[in-house]
């Protein structure tokens, strides 16, 4: 784990930087260490240095607005890797987009129409739409809102689960 967490005055999450980013913010003096950390499990150790894993910028900075990416990757982490018809849960490679409204008649590739989907249940629903191949959706596909939470899944599961208690311990 040597990612850092940086939080704005408001302790909001603003990115996920490398270790030594972090550190030349601290050096300038432009970010300290969060307050509520304490314990040494909450320093990252490179070099007999310790570095907070999670610092606070010294100056106000408003969450930047970022639209989430629309690629198969991200449709993935928004479904959970999960068919959204047979409820399967499946690595990538065993995984395809289904477009709900098919593409053979123009159905678009939007957020609002396309689904995680397991290779067999793409197969069969071949150019028909949910209702005429009788196959019933999870939940509707949506826009996801949150961001942050999209950029968290890049990290490791053990980097994510203590930025994530840290975020829930702030709030
Ligand atoms: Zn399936």
Request: charged letters at 30%; one cysteine or more.
């Amino acid at each position: 784990m040597n990612r850092v967490l940086l939080v704005n005055h408001e302790n909001k999450p603003l990115r996920i930087c490398s270790w030594k980013r972090a550190l030349k913010l601290l050096l300038k003096g432009k970010a300290q260490c969060e307050k509520s950390i304490k314990s040494i499990e909450d320093y990252i150790s490179i070099n007999n240095t310790e570095i907070p894993k999670v610092i606070q910028l010294n100056y106000d900075v408003a969450v930047p607005y970022k639209e989430l990416p629309f690629c198969r990757i991200n449709v993935y982490v928004r479904d959970d890797y999960t068919c959204q018809y047979c409820g399967k849960k499946l690595p990538p490679s065993e995984l395809t987009l289904d477009h709900v409204y098919p593409k053979s008649r123009f159905g678009p590739d939007i957020w609002e129409n396309i689904v995680t989907c397991c290779k067999e249940c793409n197969q069969y629903k071949a150019d028909k739409t949910p209702k005429e191949a009788g196959m019933k959706l999870l939940r509707r596909p949506f826009r996801p809102k949150e961001y942050f939470e999209y950029e968290m899944k890049k990290y490791s599961y053990t980097e994510q689960m203590y930025w994530r208690r840290w975020m829930y311990k702030s709030a």
